[in-house]
């Protein structure tokens, strides 16, 4: 186990999934943690994060001194560095030098672990006010750059490594390898974090926990509620009853594929729930984005609940008690609900599946320690088609974010045939792995003039949200081809009656988020 100590800002997440893409499990801590909980968690080496602050900032997240008396290999990044070398009696000074983005890094001791088999100078990410400007006793400097005199620095003894750059960063182009050196080379980890062994120990767990008792499981048509059935599935195989609830906001043949998909490939028993009459009255006259969210969260959960009855009483001794529900929590929620201090809710995230605690269930969560690309090896893994491990992010209340204005049944279809020429189109062009999602907007209370053929045409626009992603907390709009975008945009106005305009959203996140409601 490495734990990774998260100094602020978003820099954990990243540093943990790249210490996992070395096949080391790591797992993230607060910056509070006291070395006493590092040892009772049994950890074998220490990464401390990046960090917003400076090290002199009132408030600044400190770390136990005592970590470091430990005897465990750390390596400290950018923040994580400057609080080691303050805490260990080196000097942290504002140098009125700062270095942001792309930096050359002169390596001055080829030899150390964390540098072997890399070039001497290379290109680092910074982000840095303060630099250290003196080692502690014991330390030696091992890199350098134009603005920071000691950029990288050592204690091979005391196996303690630290560096001013941002390795975990996709722009620091050995950052991979250095972090691969410090665990395998230095903390003498072996790789064995592996998605099979992931199966291997969720099946038994899963097993043991559910013992004879029956499992439902609301499945969404989205990738963690498919694998976190799949997994339990394996472990329990018919104990396990899924449902679907089709709120008809599904995209054009979503439902059937996902179902098609789903049963083939794992044989478990799914049951679909055509509820679509009943959300769209509770939609009428609907307009505000929370409210939507609120009355389909609301609807899910009095559906969800019946048929999880029916289920279980069929497949059960009528009014026995049962049992378990499996949710697709993934890593990152379990950080964000943990941590979060002062994280505004920006949208209240319904996802379907997201249920009330007062629901009378034990609750399976076989996914809680993975990131999403470790989701889908794992799907991989189960034998999960590509179409359904690959699928793109959809959010749990589906059209309605994308239909600004009231929901209706005409409406619903508008903006489905047009999502279904973009992802026709993109697919084709070979693009869906590319982009994170490209939600497809209908403003429906807006109209505006256009000709077509001979005639003034009075019809609404559609908008195109494709953006870049590796997490959907930033984005960035992607830029398509135009091609691409000319055939979307024509194929739109020619086959959608009602759309007369196709517009395209450039805006990044932040500061729009990527659907629009
Ligand atoms: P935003 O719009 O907040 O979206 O930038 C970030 C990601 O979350 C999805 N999304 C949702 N998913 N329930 C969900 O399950 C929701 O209420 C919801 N709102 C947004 C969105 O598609 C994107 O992937």
Redesign the pocket.
């Known amino acids: 186990l490495v734990l990774v100590v998260d100094c602020g800002a978003q820099y954990a997440q990243l540093i943990a999934r790249r210490v996992r893409e070395a096949r080391c499990y790591s797992e993230i801590v607060p910056h509070t943690i006291t070395a006493a909980d590092v040892k009772k968690r049994g950890a074998r080496a220490l990464i401390i994060s990046g960090g917003p602050s400076s090290v002199y900032a009132e408030g600044a997240p400190s770390l136990d001194p005592d970590l470091f008396t430990l005897d465990l290999p750390i390596f400290g990044i950018c923040y994580g560095f400057q609080v080691m070398a303050q805490v260990l009696g080196g000097t942290v000074a504002h140098t009125g030098t700062s270095e942001y983005g792309r930096t050359d890094l002169q390596v001055t001791a080829p030899d150390s672990a964390v540098f072997a088999g890399t070039p001497d100078t290379q290109q680092v990410w910074m982000s840095h006010g303060d630099a250290v400007t003196a080692c502690p006793a014991g330390f030696s400097v091992t890199a350098k750059t134009a603005g920071a005199p000691v950029a990288a620095f050592e204690n091979v003894e005391r196996k303690l490594y630290g560096v001013q750059y941002h390795p975990e960063v996709m722009h620091t182009a050995h950052g991979q390898q250095a972090l691969q050196s410090f665990l395998h080379d230095v903390a003498l980890l072996r790789s064995d974090w592996t998605m099979d062994a992931v199966v291997d120990t969720q099946v038994a767990a899963i097993k043991a926990q559910v013992g004879g008792s029956h499992v439902i499981c609301a499945l ?1 048509g ?1 990738v963690d509620s498919a694998v976190a059935a799949a997994l339990v599935q394996r472990a329990i195989g018919d104990q396990l009853h899924c449902v679907l609830v089709d709120h008809g906001l599904m995209r054009r043949g979503e439902v059937a594929q996902v179902t098609r998909d789903f049963e083939s490939s794992t044989g478990a028993s799914l049951r679909v729930i055509d509820a679509s009459a009943r959300f769209l009255d509770a939609l009428a006259g609907v307009t505000d984005p929370e409210l939507k ?1 609120k009355i ?1 969260g609301r609807e899910f959960i009095r559906v969800f609940e019946g048929a999880a009855r029916d289920v279980l009483d069929e497949a059960t001794d009528a009014g026995r008690e049962v049992d378990f529900l499996v949710q697709g929590t993934l890593y990152p929620d379990v950080v964000e609900s943990g941590g979060g201090e002062g994280a505004a809710n ?7 599946g ?1 249920l009330p605690d007062d629901l009378q269930f034990g609750l399976i969560e076989p996914l809680r320690a993975l990131f999403k690309d470790e989701v889908r090896r794992v799907g991989i893994e189960l034998g999960l088609p590509e179409q359904l491990v690959w699928r ?6 589906g059209l309605a ?1 994308r239909i600004i204005g009231e929901i209706t049944h005409e409406r619903l279809e508008i903006v489905r045939a047009a999502d279904q020429i973009v992802r026709d189109e993109l697919t084709a062009a070979g693009l869906d792995r590319e982009i ?2 490209c ?1 497809v907007v209908l403003l429906a209370d807006v109209r505006s003039v256009g000709v077509q053929g001979d005639g003034r045409t009075y019809g609404h626009p559609i908008v195109l949200r494709p953006v870049s ?1 590796e997490d ?2 930033t ?1 960035d709009w992607s830029r398509l081809p135009y091609d691409v975008l000319a055939r979307v945009s024509n194929r739109i106005t020619n086959e959608v009656r009602e759309v007369n305009r196709v517009t395209l959203d450039i805006t990044s ?1 932040p500061p ?6």
């Open positions: 969404s989205g969210r389909i920006i949208k209240s995230h319904h996802n379907v997201g793109q992010p959809f959010p749990g209340p974010l994170w999602q939600p992603s959907a907390m984005a996140k729009g988020t990527i659907e629009w409601e």
